[in-house]
């Protein structure tokens, strides 16, 4: 147990739809990190959260957004779902840059 | 920008031989991190082993060990006493420049029988 916990485990939803994927991070840890699993894609950085503030983004699409609440836990939210972001998500965090990014179980999200 | 590249795809080892799984990265920077992620069935991700760029000792986590050759820019992973819970996925990543996010080589997938 890698002290990450995202929830749900498992989303099932149509395209056009729009969910949010939950994540709180390691106790002390300040950065949040949202990475996505495709099977062309292979792993794949979306957005960092350090402390609240957003600090680096990747390859995260206009369609999406997160954000780091002040209690450090994170939100990545999905509007206007394609078949395409059919993945497995992950969170991970970390103290800061350079230490650990330890991951959570990962949600897998599958649209219909 | 930085790269990661494992370039085996599939590999298979015997239960309790020893096992290496090759990574190759290029970057301009200078400190950089560098580690070994493990992602067993249960689509899990482990970190395995972490290795610091300035650091000319090469790290090792009990039957886990890294040959880190800095000017080659390679980052293996040896496996000794091969088990059958190490059957996984394998990713080499790496953290560096003044982005904290891990880039992530497409992974080895590692087979051990028994």
């Known amino acids: 147990d890698s002290g990450v916990t995202q929830t749900p485990k498992h989303l099932i939803t149509a395209t056009g739809q729009r969910v949010t994927l939950r994540c709180s991070p390691r106790?002390?840890?300040?950065?949040v990190y949202w990475y996505q699993q495709s099977l062309d894609q292979g792993l794949q950085f979306l957005i960092q959260?350090?402390?609240?503030?957003?600090?680096a983004k990747g390859n995260i699409l206009e369609r999406f957004s997160a954000q780091q609440f002040p209690d450090l836990h994170s939100e990545l939210n999905l509007s206007s779902l394609e078949l395409g972001d059919s993945a497995l998500y992950f969170c991970?965090?970390?103290?800061?840059?350079?230490?650990?990014?330890?991951f959570g179980p990962g949600t897998r999200l599958t649209v219909t | 920008a930085q790269t990661v590249t494992q370039s085996q795809p599939e590999m298979s080892v015997q239960e309790a031989e020893t096992v290496t799984l090759s990574c190759t990265y290029d970057?301009?920077?200078?400190?950089?991190?560098l580690f070994w992620y493990k992602q067993p069935p249960s689509r899990q991700m482990i970190l395995v082993i972490r290795?610091?760029?300035?650091?000319?000792q090469n790290a090792t986590e009990n039957r886990f060990s890294v040959n880190f050759q800095k000017a080659a820019k390679s980052f293996s992973l040896k496996i000794s006493d091969s088990q059958l819970g190490d059957t996984a996925m394998y990713f080499c990543a790496f953290l560096g420049g003044s982005q904290g996010n891990l880039i992530f080589g497409k992974g080895t997938k590692l087979s051990v029988k028994p």
């Open positions: 959260y350090y402390n609240g503030e957003e600090r």
């Open positions: 970057t301009s920077e200078n400190n950089y991190y």
């Open positions: 991970a965090s970390s103290v800061d840059w350079g230490y650990e990014q330890y």
């Open positions: 106790s002390g840890d300040l950065s």
């Open positions: 290795q610091e760029a300035y650091k000319q």
